[in-house]
């Protein structure tokens, strides 16, 4: 499906790709996730992968020229898949930077293999995450800070301030 991709970005029929990737758990909060998957604009894509992704793949969302709105990868170290598409979007539109293409990272985590999932993104630079839907707890401050100062992550709020948030308004 990369050519169909690749070509609905151009064209414009997709605007932005959300990835949102990561755990689940049982806690209302993480009912975000879920609301914020339906109430994003329908030139968006989702990219899936991992225990969150059962949130997304029964919501009828829907397809764009038929591309489906949730693009799964997989089981969590699937996410392999995820950074390949980026990374091949990147090449598709001769950009030097992950960062100048139009993916969201907004990524549920619970446990230590998705931190190492994290790792991986940061080790890719990849800026402004968001993590939800509570900070691992062995974040320090000064850890914290790091990350904040370095890479721009940052945590969660309303699904419509991150909403406005994400798609720049
Ligand atoms: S790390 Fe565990 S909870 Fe998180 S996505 Fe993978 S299997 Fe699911």
């Known amino acids: 499906m990369a050519d169909k991709v690749v070509e609905a970005v151009k064209s414009g029929a997709i605007k932005k790709f959300f990835v949102m990737a990561g755990c689940d758990g049982r806690m209302k909060s993480r009912e975000y996730y879920t609301e914020f998957a339906q109430k994003l604009p329908q030139d968006t894509v989702v990219l899936t992968a991992g225990c969150a992704k059962y949130r997304y793949n029964k919501l009828n969302l829907g397809d764009i020229g038929g591309i489906p709105r949730v693009l799964d990868a997989g089981q969590c170290n699937d996410c392999y898949s995820l950074v390949l598409i980026a990374l091949k979007l990147k090449e598709a539109f001769g950009l030097d930077d992950v960062n100048q293409l139009p993916i969201a990272f907004n990524i549920a985590w619970y446990e ?38 370095t890479f721009g992550i940052a945590g969660m709020g309303t699904v419509d301030d991150d909403m406005k948030l994400f798609m720049g308004a």
């Open 112 to 149: 230590q293999k998705a931190v190492i999932v994290l790792l991986a993104l940061l080790h890719l630079n990849v800026k402004n995450i968001h993590l939800g839907h509570t900070l691992p707890g062995f974040l320090s401050p000064n850890v914290a800070k790091v990350l904040v100062d």
